[in-house]
């Protein structure tokens, strides 16, 4: 392997990313699917005018998908520092 | 200036972008003096036009490149909030900005389909793709494909994949601004067409990536304010509080009521009136997966300067086009809650003949195209609606029934609707050209580059100088976006749709072989290859065989369905098909090289260099 990195550092460096996949992609189909499958339940709650089955999939999830992602880049960087393959 | 630009541009750009959106509102200002001393409407909507197109070459221009790395991804010197910006324009197409908001003030609930289909996506290339793709230092996407499957095989496969669904798009962009363009401009179409080229062209041809960047950055500013002033004015005027996406719930609850009264049986916020449930999860499904598959929005993400910066930007680009989406549903509610208005306070419910607002008359009997219709006839004059509304039964009015808008005039036609000046007029038309320019521009980049960089430069003519291949890049620009323009000049009647189908055909082809070439080092490249000719060609083939069945003729009878799917979720079963595909052939063929593996291994690291040198000229 090229840039100095060891196959050690680089396998644990890879299983922690790729456990950081898996929970964004959890948080993302959760968000994304699972909880409109109870918009008719959720829209017997009114906030502010809105029905919450309505307000979810019009602006809940578009708001976690943007806070997920800076969440992601962060916590990858963070790896990305832990294991001394982040770029200088 | 434009030689020695490159340094001093791209350190100053706060302060570039800052003079710009100050000239931009300094010119918006200047519109509504001149509105409200009385300068006729056209010439205001003349300047809009003029003011933006010209804003646009003059960043063309001065952003001209002779430089490979430059005209292909903008010298890799975008920082994270500029692509992002850059990938909004990109992203937000024409269909966005003038259809969106109509399809949910007519669907509803289920138009929400699009809103999170299209925002939910970027998770996907920001965990799955774009840090690996910037990592690896390709200039397109079959670059990749090329290099990770071994040679011209699957390049030619994802070059295929990659021009039939950019293609499809580009036309719908062409189209969309022809139309923008003929109704502002009040000029004929098949002419206007050909406007919209040349405001495209002007931005790519001569910096290719790089002044693509520069202007699709100035495009956004342009769309978003456009966007976002109207669904202001309106969230101001009628709850006194200027954050339409904070009270359009009160205009939804009052929606609600006038449904009550006017009978309207399907409620606003009900989910699964037009779409069954198993429709609205598949298309969200294909819409996401189609996101992270498009080859002009993975290749936004090679332009950044380093990996770190590639993640941070796909955050900024969903930012900057959530804050479109979370105002469309706002849009809507006001439009819907504005007209019903107009029939729930009315007598006997009912729109009186003398009543009929000039607006609807004068999108009404815009030629060509069916955008107000009411008693079942074109809304061109009170004469015409009056006999056929009589005809039907009704005296003296019409019931809210009656009436139906087309989806793509409720955003450029919701400022008059509401009563707002000639300048918000300009304002929001000249947005719309924006958005269907810049994402014109990003896509004919897609198709240019992969023909001149994949076809020519790596498939027939490895030894070609670095003038060689920008001229034959620039001459393929020009010819694709004429036969977009040809083809934009037939009025292809399922452009709309097209453009559904442009994601399922980007999701089956290019999803599996990309997230597996980096996440699964077991993959070949034959299985790679076979997967996704057999997820395109499934995908294709339920496409072509659901909406003309294989006599190549709408409803003739010998249309399949498969499961009851719809056919802008096709990639439901390509995408699979190309997983399971790639997954099998991998195992039965003999597993990669010791040097492909490593490689597979040195693209999960961020550090280090980047991968792929293109070259000493480059």
Redesign the interface.
Known sequence: MSDNISREVAEAHWSKTKRLMIITLVIWAFFSFFIHFFVVQLNNIVILGFPLGFYMAAQGSLIVFVVLIFWFASRQNAIDEEFGVAED | MALSMKGDFTDNLGKIYGIYVGGFFGFVVLMAILSMVGVPDRFILWSYMAMTIGIYAFIGIMSRTAVVTEYYVAGRSVPAIYNGMATGADWMSGASFVGMAGTLFVLG?DG?AF??GW??G???V???LA?YLRKFGAYTVPDFLGTRYNGNAARLVGIVVLFCCSFTYITAQVYASGIIASQFLGIDFEIAVFAGLLGILVCSMLGGMKAVTWTQVAQYIVLIVAYLLPAIWMSTVQFGIPIP??T??????KIAEYEQILGVAKAH???FTTYS?KD??FL??CL?VGTASLPHILMRFFTTP???EA??S??WS??FI?LL??TA?AYAAFSKFNLMGLFANAEGLQLAFTAIPQWMLNWGSIEGHQLVTICGVKAETVMAIQTACEAKGFVGGFPYAELKLNNDMIVLSTPSIAGMPIWVVGLVGAGGFAAALSTADGLLLAIANALSHDVYYKMIDPKADTKRRLLISKILLVVVALAAAFLARTKPSDILSMVAWAFSIAAAGLFAPLVLGVWWKRTTSMGAILGMTAGFCTTMYYLIGNVYGFDLTKGTGDEIVWFGVASISAGVFGVPVAFIVTYLVSLVTPEPSQEMQ?FV??L?????AQMMVQGADD
């Open positions: 609930y929400l809103v999170l925002t939910g970027y998770v996907l920001a965990v799955l840090p996406q904070l359009y719930g009160g205009a939804l609850s916020v009900a989910p449930p609205y999860f969200i499904f996401m380093t990996v770190r993640r941070k796909v955050g969903l930012f959530f989406y979370f549903p490593d291994d040195r999960r690291l961020p550090g280090g």
